[in-house]
């Protein structure tokens, strides 16, 4: 690749910050070499006889210490505020697995949730795997079909919603679903209103179910969880992992996460996305912390309020929701105190270069990118809180994970990529607690991701020199043009660092003589005109940034750009629309766009 986005960035030095506690994480390298996940186990509880259940970790563990402490605060879309303690949250959540099973709903069946992000989803995401049930949330704002699609494929037994998601989405469906035994419905108190046929009333059955109901006593390799991917790719695949999956979502939030017993921790992720659950759910309460939950939607104004008036410690993000935050300006940040905030984190999309030494600048904290994915369950590449972090790197692999790059032969076979700076297909060694164990009725899509020993991802990156990993695209993004390997991110990067765009996305589109030609799509920063002049001083920009080979030949301003729910560019959307193809699965598109 002719251009290193490496280049020309400073790296940010950790922050010696004494008002803090120190790193759980102290340094990388002597902690990767004597990592072992034996060991780790021994920070959990287990249950007797070499069991292990999500919940029991989640919750039940921290009674006799913290069973009064805060374990989720929900702030609801309104401004109501409900604090529940560890000691609640067993109480609740037993209720649930309770009433699960008087309703014959057996170990290893699946329960859906379509829900936004209200107390009863994660009573159910925790009660279900209390149950020994295997827990699937859902967004919920995903369409009749979407739902019917994911509900079919996962076999749910039982399912969690609101009356008026029932009445728009499952009851249209409903005839589809003949495994679908069981509609719990969330019902606002005092909501007189007759239950729709086929329901049951969620708090009506929690209220005469038992609160003690003891843990199922799953083994590590039974089954917990599963979740949809994204559907940035193409058609959303099922992702099912195992209750082992919690050591490593324990280990990650110690060590990628920093997070302590008595951090405020706030996750902006839905629990319909991966790690809306991994991080959103388990990872903060198997460290006994304070987790919060918001039910609102993106409101910038309002998060940094949230950030102040509840004194988040620890905040995992996205670079989307960054970027949303860059375009509001810099003034509105400093108008609150976020100095209790000690760790920024975030996932899901490269994150730029500008939005790091953004962070650094304005919020007065470093942005540690970390890298994984819906298949990997949990943090796989990370910026530790103690390591220098360069701008645009996701960082270094996570204690206990061995990280390699590779290229496929035509054989199918692999060879591993040695040199430093060489792009190659990331891949990781299976072993790690948090590995997906099946794509839902696709064994063969399975079986295909394993090859010489490795776990192949489907992401190209490069390592530099010191090991630090940065992400060059996903294989299928990447373009050729007139025999360079162009990695949209670098392209996009760029184009980000001008004043005056919001948000980027790069193609590649045929042509006779180069092969594929960068195609950039830009939107615009609030009261920015878009005019050809301005179409023409980007395009020079990035000509001057990357070199002729590397820049976009091609720009088109647009009012917004494709996303997934969890935020992911759909470059393949605007490939098809480019060229005239079927636009494929769209259950996962934000918004038409
Ligand atoms: P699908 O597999 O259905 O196409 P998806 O890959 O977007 O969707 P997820 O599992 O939610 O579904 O996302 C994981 C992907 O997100 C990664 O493979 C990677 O491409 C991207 N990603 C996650 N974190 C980062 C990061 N820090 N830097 C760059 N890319 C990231
Ligand atoms: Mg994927």
Redesign the pocket.
């Known amino acids: 690749m002719s251009f290193d986005p490496s280049q020309g960035t400073v790296e940010l030095a950790p922050s010696r910050d004494e008002r803090f506690v120190a790193p759980n994480l102290g340094d990388w390298a002597q902690a990767w070499r004597s990592f072992s996940w034996e060991a780790a186990r021994r920070g959990l509880e287990g249950l007797p006889g070499g069991g292990l259940n999500i919940a029991h970790e989640a919750v039940d563990r921290h009674l006799a210490r913290r069973g009064g402490h805060t374990a989720m605060r929900f702030l609801s879309a309104t401004g109501a505020r409900r604090d529940v303690s560890y000691a609640e949250l067993l109480s609740l959540t037993s209720r649930f697995a309770d009433a699960l099973a008087t309703l014959g709903v057996a170990r290893g069946d699946a329960v859906f949730c379509l829900t936004g992000r209200v107390p009863e989803l994660y009573v159910a995401a925790l009660g279900t795997l209390r149950r020994g049930a295997v827990f699937c949330p859902l967004f919920s704002a995903f369409g009749p079909e979407p739902v019917r699609a994911r509900l079919s494929l996962g076999k749910g037994v039982a399912l969690v919603t609101t009356p008026a998601l029932y009445e728009r989405k499952v009851r249209p469906i409903r005839a589809a679903l003949p495994a679908l035994r069981h509609v719990l419905l969330v019902r606002e108190a005092g909501d007189g209103a007759p239950l729709p046929e086929g329901t049951l009333d969620l708090n009506a059955l929690l209220a005469r179910a038992s609160t003690v109901r003891a843990v199922e006593a799953t083994r590590p390799e039974d089954p917990a969880l599963l979740h949809f991917?994204?559907?940035?790719?193409?058609?959303?695949?099922g992702a099912l992992h195992c209750h082992r999956a919690v050591l490593q979502h324990h280990v990650t939030g110690a060590l990628a996460l920093d997070l302590h017993p008595d951090d405020v921790f706030w996750c902006t992720a839905d629990p319909g996305?991966?790690t809306g659950t991994s991080y959103g759910i388990v990872s903060p309460l198997t460290h006994g912390a304070t987790l919060l939950v918001d039910e609102a939607e993106f409101d910038g104004e309002r998060w940094y309020r949230l950030l102040q008036e509840e004194a988040v410690t620890v905040w995992y993000t996205a670079?989307t929701a960054v970027r949303m935050l860059m375009k509001l300006g810099d003034e509105l940040p400093r108008q609150f105190d976020l100095s209790r905030l000690r760790f920024i984190a975030?996932?899901?999309?490269?994150?730029n270069p500008e939005a790091v030494t953004w962070s650094a600048r304005v919020l007065g904290r470093t942005i540690h990118?970390?890298?994984?994915?819906?298949?990997t369950g949990g943090i796989m590449?990370a910026n530790f809180r103690s390591m220098a972090v360069r701008p645009g790197s996701?960082g270094k692999p996570m204690p206990g994970v061995e990280a390699g790059l590779v290229t496929r032969l035509p054989d199918g076979s692999v060879k591993e990529v040695t040199a430093p700076d060489t792009v190659g297909e990331l891949a990781l060694r299976p072993g790690w607690p948090s590995m997906f164990v099946a794509y839902l009725n696709e064994p063969a899509r399975y079986q295909k991701c394993f090859a010489g020993g490795w776990y192949l991802?489907?992401?190209l990156a490069r390592k530099d020199a010191d090991g630090y990993y940065w992400?060059v695209g996903?294989s299928d993004d990447v373009i050729k043009s007139s025999g360079h390997l162009i990695g949209p991110?670098e392209v996009e990067s760029v184009l980000l660092e001008h004043p005056a765009v919001a948000e980027a996305a790069v193609i590649g589109v045929p042509d006779p003589m180069a092969g594929e030609l960068v195609k950039a799509f830009v939107s615009l920063k609030p009261g920015m005109a878009a005019d050809a002049a301005l179409e023409k001083a980007l395009l020079a920009h990035a000509r001057k940034r990357l070199g002729v080979a590397v820049a976009p030949k091609l720009l088109a301003i647009v009012p917004a750009l494709p996303r997934?729910r969890?935020g992911?560019l759909m470059r393949r959307l605007l490939k098809a629309r480019e060229l005239g193809l079927p636009e494929g699965d769209l259950s996962t598109l934000e918004s038409p766009a």
């Open positions: 991917t994204s559907g940035t790719t193409g058609t959303p695949k996305w991966v670079p975030s996932v899901g999309e490269p994150l990118d970390n890298w994984w994915q819906t298949e590449i996701m991802t489907g992401d992400f996903r991110f997934t969890s992911k």
